[in-house]
């Protein structure tokens, strides 16, 4: 009894020694880091993800085949949005931080910024959504501008019929709403005067459901599924799909960012490899996301 | 013998007035520790990123995505103090009114239906109260006003039901703390009962009842969420009751996750939660005075 609870401890000692090891050196493969071949097949370690909202759903996924491949690594993904993301890999709490933007965008202190590396995983597409009552199909670039720095406020000034246009905005710090600026907005300003502001892309669906007029954006991947009661726009007549983003006929999309301290190694590296790989990119494209394979 | 006697005696007396000391001790750190650690990242707007003191307090222009980013948090401390104020003035009626129904109307029906029902009520999470606002109250809003529901008087309307238990219960625990002599003095000098409670009573347990009013103001002030869900969060100052507006827990709520400490759009976020620690203290300070003119 004696000696079985003194292997116990020992064991877990070892145990809690190994954890704590892949702490602080992001992960640790098993394999000989010079023998190429067995390193494929031996990822082990933790990995923890926090960041980004709109890239977590993919991120659990990826996570969850990844483990099915390497049972021997574990990964936990979290939410809390990019700054958190960006805020806890910088801190070193996490090994990969989700991003919507670079992390150069978003720190002040470049010194900081040096450290971090950005890993294009994914590109994510956006969409123009309105409510169901209003009967326009497709909007110009300057349009959408127009609605959104309130110069255009009826829906009959762009061919629709004579209602009220409701604007539903993002938070100034969302990313979404980031790339809504830079890729359709082009430097004119989102007049905050005018219309709401929802906290995220449910909210958004929400209010968009029941107020009518209204017209906000939101992440294709998260119109994947179920959530098919939004009425998406055209952009200059261009449907928001792969092939049109591919040909950069569609503006309105950005890159997902997975971001490390320094150079991933071992498991971590392994992980990333494994959502930008040709292997994941169809599950990647059911969800609702473009994979990189296809933007390279 | 003598001995155990006096271990006893010791671990009677001090092992638990050691443990509740250290309570004592461990709940003053904590509270300490936590306003030295808001007001430390709170000053860090002015002393780190730069901005003025004057232009946080008095400005009405929060920009803080511009390439000329502007700091002014007068929209969200005018949106918190008219959605409270608005709660306090729609609620506390109702409130007292339920206090002298429990104390001198009905006190079996009292008793045994609303107080229990006034319980329930604190225990629903603000995040229902949210979300059946979303849903209720936002759509009933836009059929009998147009626009789009989201604004002032939504926040108002859902944050008056939550704090009306606050208010109910202290205001009802000061009419039952009236001496009963007060009530039979006046029956005895020939006044109807109204009269008695709304002359007597009333008056002698004001101090009670405006602690209650200043209570549910505070909680009014902190409460996050299920006014951030309803009341339009558009950075502008309401132009009437049915406009959107912002609080200081809103904006809170929605940028603190997506930016990046040590930046100055993170650093007025704490600022704004720094002022909103000093209205809350502002209240305590005011429940202080009113007690003390109580004793008096």
Redesign the interface.
């Known amino acids: 009894m004696w000696k079985k609870s003194v292997k116990f401890g020992i064991a877990a000692l070892l145990i809690t020694g190994v954890l704590a090891g892949c702490g602080k050196s992001d992960s640790t493969a098993e394999g000989n880091a010079d023998n190429g071949e067995a390193k494929q097949e031996s990822y082990s370690g933790t990995i923890t993800l926090a960041g980004s909202t709109a890239l977590q759903p993919l991120a659990e996924e990826a996570a969850n085949e990844f483990m099915g491949k390497y049972p021997n690594v574990s990964i936990t993904v979290q939410g809390g949005g990019s700054g958190t993301g960006v805020n806890q890999v910088a801190a070193g709490a996490v090994q990969i931080g989700n991003s919507d933007v670079p992390s150069a965008e978003k720190l002040e202190d470049k010194s900081k910024a040096g450290e971090l590396i950005d890993h294009k995983v994914a590109g994510i597409a956006f969409a123009i959504v309105v409510n169901k009552d209003v009967n326009v199909d497709s909007l110009t670039l300057k349009q959408i501008q127009d609605i959104f720095s309130g110069k255009i406020t009826n829906w009959k000034d762009v061919g629709g019929k004579d209602e009220k246009i409701n604007v539903i905005n993002r938070p100034a710090s969302s990313g979404t709403r980031a790339t809504f600026e830079k890729t359709v907005m082009k430097g004119v300003k989102i007049n905050e005067a005018i219309g709401t502001v929802q906290d995220s892309n449910g909210a958004v669906e929400q209010a968009i459901n029941s107020t009518p007029g209204s017209i906000s954006y939101v992440a294709m991947s998260y119109l994947i599924g179920e959530k098919k009661d939004l009425k998406t726009l055209k952009i200059d007549g261009v449907e928001p799909t792969v092939e049109n983003i591919k040909t950069e006929k569609y503006p309105f999309w950005s890159y997902e960012y997975m971001i490390t301290k320094g150079e991933p190694k071992d498991a971590v590296r392994g992980f990333i490899e494994y959502v930008k790989s040709e292997e994941f990119a169809p599950k990647v494209k059911e969800m609702g996301y473009i994979p990189m394979s296809e933007l390279e | 013998m003598k001995g155990k006697g006096q271990l006893n005696y010791w671990k009677s007396e001090y092992i638990g007035r050691a443990l509740v000391t250290f309570c004592g001790l461990l709940i003053v750190i904590t509270t300490l520790s936590i306003i030295v650690f808001i007001c430390g990242k709170g000053i860090q707007s002015f002393t780190e990123s730069g901005i003025s003191l004057k232009e946080m307090l008095f400005s009405t222009e929060w ?4 390439s000329d980013p502007k700091y002014g948090a007068v929209i969200f401390i005018v949106g918190s103090t008219l959605v409270s104020i608005g709660a306090v003035l729609l609620s506390t009626p109702i409130a007292l009114a339920l206090a002298i129904f429990i104390n001198f109307i009905s006190p079996k029906f009292g008793s045994a239906v609303l107080k229990p029902v006034l319980e329930l009520l604190v225990g629903i999470p603000s995040v229902v109260y949210g979300w059946l606002g ?1 849903t209720i109250l ?2 009933l809003l ?1 059929e009998s006003f147009g ?4 604004s002032l008087l939504a926040g108002i309307i859902v944050l008056s039901v939550m704090i009306l238990p606050t208010i109910t219960s202290i205001a009802s625990d000061a009419l039952s703390g009236v001496p009963f002599s007060y009530l039979e003095a006046s029956y005895g000098l020939g006044s109807t009962r109204w009269q008695a409670i709304s002359r007597v009573i009333v008056p002698a347990a004001k101090t009670g009842i405006f602690t209650g009013i200043v209570l549910g103001l505070a909680r009014a002030f902190g409460e996050a969420l299920a006014v ?2 309803v009341i ?5 100052l309401p132009s009437g009751l049915y406009s ?1 507006t ?1 609080t200081l827990t809103g ?1 809170l ?14 650093n007025a976020l704490w600022t704004l939660a720094m002022i909103l620690l000093f209205i809350s203290f502002l209240f305590i300070f005011l429940i202080r005075m009113i007690g003390r003119k109580g004793e008096r």
């Not at chain 2, 626009?147 to 989201?150: A, I, L, P, S, T």
Request: hydrophobic share 40%; proline share 8%; no cysteine.
């Open positions: 920009k803080p995505s511009d979303v936002i759509p836009r626009g789009v529901g989201f951030q869900m339009g969060n558009a950075v502008k959107p912002a904006i709520t929605m940028d603190m996750a997506n930016t990046i400490n040590g930046t100055a759009w993170n």
